[in-house]
């Protein structure tokens, strides 16, 4: 199976190295310096027990135009950095190719065959002025929940902290052939590749942790663990959590397991850096709208109060502004 894979950071990366080993046929799109490392060498990758793997069969293309289209289509990429490529990944896709949305928080297409008053509905937190949408035709996507967490350590090498839980599912909920021959291929490769027939439900259990935890870790450049053991920052996030508990259940989605057992669950993942620390951290643009922004807007579709998601979102909201006005560096000084 032909494989693009769109963002060769930690996740993309990792799902890199394991399909091509198992013997996909895999190109991957980096920048920079991850690029120019993985041309020379290759992808490594350092598994959670510190076995290190090594695939060089991958290509690595200096362009979209270049790479061609694939088979199926892994977006890897920060929500954020898919609209302004959208067109160009018209490169990559042909009339039968599959392409796997892998962000987090609620995807651009999650009114798509939604049902209900608000079925139709463009969420501008998820698609700011409809680029994504103008470009993917929502037919050829399949969602899916990435939970595994990695580390893009150095270019051209990925650590993965744990995980390798990649859930599947149609948009319309089917089981379709096309999901099964990419679980398939997935699990072929080492990963866990369950597919779901609500994907949505399945997108807001992750998201549940990434709008709470993300932020906080952000605006305190504390780990999980240490979120979750200080009480104050443990009931804020509970708090969080309930009023997107709210947002969720006008929409019909219903949680599989309540909110102290999410917590726990990622406390016992440790002292781990959530992507938007690890994003401030760098100097990057953090990943504020998908995850937060995105429930804020659907609680007023939803006429739902969310109060601690607001008032956390205008504290990152503000350290996103700040970031972007240093360009990417600023400085914390100890009392």
Same mark, same amino acid.
């Given at each position: 199976?032909?494989?693009?894979?769109?963002? %060769?950071?930690?996740?993309?990366?990792?799902?890199?190295?394991?399909?091509?080993? !198992?013997?996909?046929?895999?190109?991957?799109?980096?920048?920079?310096?991850?690029?120019?490392?993985? +041309? &020379?060498?290759?992808?490594?990758?350092?598994?959670?027990?510190?076995?290190?793997?090594?695939?060089?069969?991958?290509?690595?293309?200096?362009?979209?135009?270049?790479?061609?289209?694939?088979?199926?289509?892994?977006?890897?990429?920060? %929500?954020? +950095?898919?609209?302004?490529?959208?067109?160009? @990944? $018209?490169? @990559?896709?042909?009339?039968?190719?599959?392409?796997?949305?892998?962000?987090?928080?609620?995807?651009?297409?999650?009114?798509?065959?939604?049902?209900?008053?608000? !079925?139709?509905?463009?969420? +501008?937190?998820?698609?700011?002025?409809?680029?994504?949408? #103008?470009?993917?035709?929502?037919?050829?996507?399949?969602?899916?929940?990435?939970?595994?967490?990695?580390?893009?350590?150095?270019?051209?090498?990925?650590?993965?902290?744990?995980?390798?839980? /990649?859930?599947?599912?149609?948009?319309?909920?089917?089981?379709? &052939? $096309?999901?099964?021959?990419?679980?398939? $291929?997935?699990?072929?490769?080492?990963?866990?590749?369950?597919?779901?027939? *609500?994907?949505?439900?399945? @997108?807001?259990?992750?998201?549940?942790?990434?709008?709470? /935890?993300?932020?906080?870790? =952000?605006?305190?450049?504390?780990?999980?663990?240490?979120?979750?053991?200080?009480?104050?920052?443990?009931?804020?996030?509970? %708090?969080?959590?309930?009023?997107? +508990?709210?947002? =969720?259940?006008?929409?019909?989605?219903? /949680?599989?397991?309540?909110?102290?057992?999410?917590?726990?669950? %990622?406390?016992?993942?440790?002292?781990?850096?959530?992507?938007?620390?690890? *994003?401030?951290? #760098?100097?990057? !643009?953090?990943?504020?709208?998908?995850?937060?922004?995105?429930?804020?807007?659907?609680?007023?579709?939803?006429?739902?109060?969310?109060?601690?998601?607001?008032?956390?979102?205008?504290? #990152?909201?503000?350290?996103? $502004?700040?970031?972007?006005?240093?360009?990417?560096?600023?400085?914390?000084? =100890?009392?």
């Amino acid at each position: 199976m032909s494989i693009a894979i769109v963002g %060769a950071g930690a996740i993309g990366g990792y799902l890199g190295v394991r399909l091509a080993l !198992a013997g996909e046929a895999v190109t991957v799109i980096a920048r920079g310096a991850n690029r120019a490392a993985i +041309q &020379a060498d290759g992808l490594r990758l350092i598994e959670e027990d510190g076995r290190e793997l090594h695939a060089r069969t991958l290509r690595c293309p200096a362009s979209l135009q270049e790479a061609g289209p694939h088979e199926v289509v892994l977006l890897t990429l920060k %929500a954020h +950095q898919v609209g302004p490529i959208a067109q160009d @990944l $018209r490169h @990559l896709i042909g009339p039968d190719t599959v392409v796997v949305t892998m962000q987090n928080g609620i995807p651009w297409w999650y009114f798509h065959r939604h049902g209900g008053e608000l !079925a139709g509905t463009q969420l +501008q937190t998820a698609d700011p002025g409809g680029l994504i949408a #103008a470009a993917l035709d929502p037919a050829q996507v399949i969602g899916s929940v990435v939970y595994p967490a990695a580390v893009l350590t150095a270019p051209g090498v990925v650590q993965v902290v744990e995980g390798s839980r /990649f859930g599947l599912g149609e948009l319309s909920g089917e089981t379709s &052939a $096309r999901v099964q021959a990419l679980a398939q $291929r997935l699990t072929r490769a080492g990963f866990r590749a369950p597919v779901t027939s *609500d994907i949505r439900a399945e @997108l807001w259990l992750k998201l549940w942790g990434n709008l709470s /935890f993300n932020p906080i870790s =952000a605006l305190t450049h504390a780990t999980l663990v240490d979120i979750c053991r200080f009480p104050e920052t443990r009931a804020l996030a509970a %708090a969080m959590m309930r009023e997107a +508990q709210d947002v =969720a259940g006008k929409l019909g989605v219903r /949680f599989r397991v309540d909110i102290e057992k999410r917590i726990a669950g %990622a406390e016992k993942v440790g002292a781990h850096k959530t992507s938007m620390l690890q *994003d401030v951290e #760098a100097g990057r !643009a953090i990943e504020l709208e998908a995850l937060v922004g995105s429930v804020i807007e659907l609680g007023r579709l939803t006429g739902t109060p969310t109060p601690h998601i607001d008032a956390v979102y205008a504290l #990152a909201l503000l350290l996103a $502004r700040r970031l972007g006005e240093a360009g990417g560096r600023l400085s914390v000084q =100890a009392a």
